[in-house]
C-alpha cells in the first residue's frame, strides 16, 4: 500500500472518532461541487470591453508569462517537495485537516490555512525581488492560493502515477498551450472569459494522463489555475476574477 493512501485511511480512521463526538457534522468533504463551480464561473466570468490590456505586444507576453510562470513552478515545486520530507504524523495531520478540519473547527481551519498562505506569499515576494519583477498585490495573492492549492491537490488527492515533478509538468505544458493561444488574441478585449474556461477544461479532459490520478475536482482546480493565470497576466486590473478559485 503506498505511504499516501496508508495515511489517508489513517486519517479516515482518526476523524471517525472524533465524529462520534461531533454527530451534527456533515459528511461531505471541504471541497465544493465542481458542477456548480463550472456553471457559475460560465456564466460569471466575461471581460468587459472597458477592459485594459497589460500587454498589446506578443513577445513582451511572451517574455514575461515565461518569467512568471517559472517562478510559480519553482516555489509550487519548493512546497510540495517541503510537505514530502514532513513526517508521517504531520502529513497524516495536513490530511485530516484538509479533508475534515473546515467541518469540525472552521476557525482553526482558516488560521492554519492563512498561515501556510501567507508564508507562501512572503516566498512570492522575495523571489519577484531577487527576479526584478513588478507583480501587482492582488496577483501575487492569487499566486499564492494557486501554489497552496496544488500542494493539497497532489499530497491529499492525487492518486496517479505521475512524480512531482510530472505533475507540475502537466499544468505547465497546457499552461504553455493556452498562452500561445491567448498571445494570437491580443488586441481582442471583448473575448469571453468563460469559452477559454470550458475549452481550457475540455482539453484537460481529454489528457489521459492526467485523468489518471485526477478526479472531476481536481481537473477543475487546474482548468482555474491555467485560466487565472492567464488572466492575471493579460489584464491591468484582474483583482475582479478572484472568484474564480474556490480555495478548499
Given at each position: 500500500?503506498?505511504?499516501?493512501?496508508?495515511?489517508?485511511?489513517?486519517?479516515?480512521l482518526y476523524i471517525?472518532?472524533?465524529?462520534?463526538?461531533?454527530?451534527?457534522?456533515?459528511?461531505?468533504?471541504?471541497?465544493?461541487?465542481?458542477?456548480?463551480?463550472?456553471?457559475?464561473?460560465?456564466?460569471?466570468?466575461?471581460?468587459?470591453?472597458?477592459?485594459?490590456?497589460?500587454?498589446?505586444?506578443?513577445?513582451?507576453?511572451?517574455?514575461?508569462?515565461?518569467?512568471?510562470?517559472?517562478?510559480?513552478?519553482?516555489?509550487?515545486?519548493?512546497?510540495?517537495?517541503?510537505?514530502?520530507?514532513?513526517?508521517?504524523?504531520?502529513?497524516?495531520?495536513?490530511?485530516?485537516?484538509?479533508?475534515?478540519?473546515?467541518?469540525?473547527?472552521?476557525?482553526?481551519?482558516?488560521?492554519?490555512?492563512?498561515?501556510?498562505?501567507?508564508?507562501?506569499?512572503?516566498?512570492?515576494?522575495?523571489?519577484?525581488?531577487?527576479?526584478?519583477?513588478?507583480?501587482?498585490?492582488?496577483k501575487i495573492n492569487?499566486?499564492?492560493?494557486?501554489?497552496?492549492?496544488?500542494?493539497?491537490?497532489?499530497?491529499?488527492?492525487?492518486?496517479?502515477?505521475?512524480?512531482?515533478?510530472?505533475?507540475?509538468?502537466?499544468?505547465?505544458?497546457?499552461?504553455?498551450?493556452?498562452?500561445?493561444?491567448?498571445?494570437?488574441?491580443?488586441?481582442?478585449?471583448?473575448?469571453?472569459?468563460s469559452d477559454y474556461?470550458?475549452?481550457?477544461?475540455?482539453?484537460?479532459?481529454?489528457?489521459?494522463?492526467?485523468?489518471?490520478?485526477?478526479?472531476?475536482?481536481?481537473?477543475?482546480?487546474?482548468?482555474?489555475?491555467?485560466?487565472?493565470?492567464?488572466?492575471?497576466?493579460?489584464?491591468?486590473?484582474?483583482?475582479?476574477?478572484?472568484?474564480?478559485?474556490?480555495?478548499?
Amino acid at each position: 500500500m503506498q505511504l499516501k493512501q496508508f495515511l489517508f485511511l489513517n486519517a479516515l480512521l482518526y476523524i471517525s472518532c472524533v465524529l462520534t463526538f461531533k454527530s451534527d457534522i456533515p459528511s461531505t468533504s471541504t471541497a465544493t461541487s465542481a458542477d456548480t463551480n463550472e456553471e457559475r464561473n460560465s456564466e460569471e466570468a466575461t471581460v468587459s470591453s472597458s477592459t485594459k490590456l497589460f500587454f498589446t505586444n506578443k513577445n513582451d507576453f511572451i517574455e514575461t508569462s515565461e518569467k512568471l510562470f517559472a517562478l510559480e513552478s519553482t516555489l509550487t515545486l519548493t512546497y510540495i517537495v517541503k510537505m514530502t520530507k514532513a513526517s508521517d504524523k504531520k502529513m497524516n495531520k495536513f490530511i485530516v485537516h484538509i479533508i475534515f478540519g473546515k467541518s469540525i473547527d472552521k476557525e482553526d481551519y482558516d488560521r492554519e490555512n492563512a498561515a501556510l498562505i501567507k508564508d507562501i506569499k512572503t516566498s512570492v515576494k522575495h523571489l519577484l525581488h531577487v527576479r526584478n519583477i513588478s507583480y501587482d498585490e492582488h496577483k501575487i495573492n492569487s499566486m499564492a492560493y494557486r501554489i497552496f492549492q496544488r500542494v493539497i491537490d497532489f499530497h491529499v488527492f492525487y492518486f496517479g502515477k505521475l512524480s512531482i515533478i510530472g505533475f507540475t509538468l502537466k499544468e505547465k505544458e497546457h499552461t504553455i498551450f493556452w498562452l500561445e493561444q491567448i498571445s494570437n488574441a491580443l488586441g481582442n478585449t471583448h473575448m469571453k472569459v468563460s469559452d477559454y474556461y470550458i475549452r481550457i477544461k475540455e482539453r484537460l479532459d481529454n489528457d489521459s494522463i492526467i485523468k489518471d490520478g485526477c478526479d472531476v475536482e481536481r481537473i477543475h482546480n487546474m482548468a482555474l489555475r491555467i485560466l487565472q493565470f492567464l488572466i492575471d497576466l493579460l489584464f491591468v486590473d484582474s483583482s475582479a476574477y478572484k472568484e474564480l478559485l474556490q480555495i478548499p
